[in-house]
Each structure stands twice: as structure tokens, then as C-alpha cells.
């Protein structure tokens, strides 16, 4: 949800990095059996395998980068809020983005459209 917060507001310039799973806080990049790095796995469904995260590569992420790009230049508009962890703002007349978080993970929703 805060990617999504941090691609559809205009405030400053996005930051994202690829990451790397792990179980333990000693753990390093994915390594092979010589302790070489190795090259995240691209998997059929377009995520990242090999022990790679690949964040840029999620439906939702990509989805909010074309959103941020279509709105380019555009101001908040039109912020609208419960007070109890629902937003919702319009990016002038180019898109408009609704965040629920119902702390029920059944009624989290992001949408995000482009008008």
C-alpha cells in the first residue's frame, strides 16, 4: 500500500530498489554453492525467482508507475478521508486513487484509475 501511496501523490521524486528474500538477519544475496552471486530467475509469471523480490515486476507496482506517469503534472485534488484509515484524492482530471485499510485483510483495497 505505501507504493502505491508513494507512486500516486506528486510529492517528491519515487524511490524504489529490488530486494532479496531472507530468513535470518545474517543472510546475504542469494549465492550458489561456491558463494557466487547469482542472477535473479525471471518465473513464467513475471516475478522474480532465485531468491529475488523483484517489487518493480508486481501487477500493482507497474500498474501505479503507468497511473504516476499518466497524471504527471497534475495536483491533488479533491482529497476526501473517513479519519479512520480510508483516503481517496483525484489527480486534477487525469486519475483518481481510493486506499482502504480496514485492518481486515479482506477489506484492504487499492484502486486506481485513469480517466
Not at 47 to 76: H, L, P
Request: proline share 4%.
Amino acid at each position: 500500500m505505501a507504493l502505491a501511496f508513494m507512486f500516486s501523490h506528486p510529492y517528491g521524486p519515487p524511490r524504489m530498489i529490488s530486494s532479496f528474500a531472507f530468513d535470518t538477519y545474517e543472510q546475504g544475496l542469494p549465492q550458489d554453492e561456491n558463494r557466487n552471486l547469482i542472477s535473479p530467475k525471471i518465473n513464467e509469471d513475471g516475478c522474480c525467482g532465485n531468491g529475488y523480490v523483484c517489487e518493480y515486476r508486481w501487477r500493482q507496482v507497474y500498474n501505479m508507475i503507468k497511473f504516476r506517469s499518466v497524471v504527471a503534472g497534475t495536483d491533488v485534488e479533491n482529497w476526501w478521508s473517513d479519519g479512520n484509515q480510508k483516503i481517496a484524492f483525484s489527480r486534477r482530471n487525469k486519475g483518481f486513487v481510493a486506499f482502504t485499510n480496514g485492518g481486515d485483510s479482506s477489506e484492504n483495497l487499492i484502486r486506481g484509475d485513469i480517466l
